[in-house]
């Protein structure tokens, strides 16, 4: 069973930075594509970012690209989500996601496996 721990949210002023850190149990994490998604109260959840397990391709939804950037570290079973220049439409649960395969999902039902969830707060 793979377990996902995310940590990293906080409460943060618009135009500031957090970096949200996923931790994956067990020893096969790079066979795994990983993704980070959200959901802010009354809306559905949404794609944020995905990464290939081999690190080679990444995938941005329109609304991140060029503020967040997915990462991932093998060796530590992690992968990252650094996000720069924070919007108050940013401010959602911030969840991590995974999936044993060779492409990029970018939909949620492309995952089954799921973290708790990070609150991250945006304020004006």
């Known amino acids: 069973q793979v377990q996902l721990v995310e940590s990293g949210g906080g409460l943060v002023q618009a135009g500031g930075s957090l970096r949200l850190s996923c931790a994956v149990s067990?020893?096969?994490?790079?066979?795994?594509?990983m993704g980070w998604f959200r959901q802010a109260p009354g809306k559905e959840r949404e794609f944020v970012a995905a990464?290939?397990?081999?690190?080679?391709?990444?995938d941005y939804s329109d609304s991140v690209k060029g503020r967040f950037t997915i990462s991932r570290d093998n060796a530590k079973n992690t992968v990252y989500l650094q996000m720069n220049s924070l919007k108050t439409e940013d401010t959602a649960v911030y969840y991590c996601?995974?999936?044993?395969?060779?492409?990029?999902?970018?939909?949620?039902?492309?995952?089954?496996?799921w973290g708790q969830g990070t609150q991250v707060t945006v304020s004006s």
């Open positions: 990464i290939s397990r081999s690190d080679e391709n990444t």
């Open positions: 996601a995974a999936r044993l395969t060779v492409v990029v999902p970018t939909s949620a039902r492309g995952y089954n496996y």
């Open positions: 067990g020893r096969t994490f790079s066979r795994y594509a």
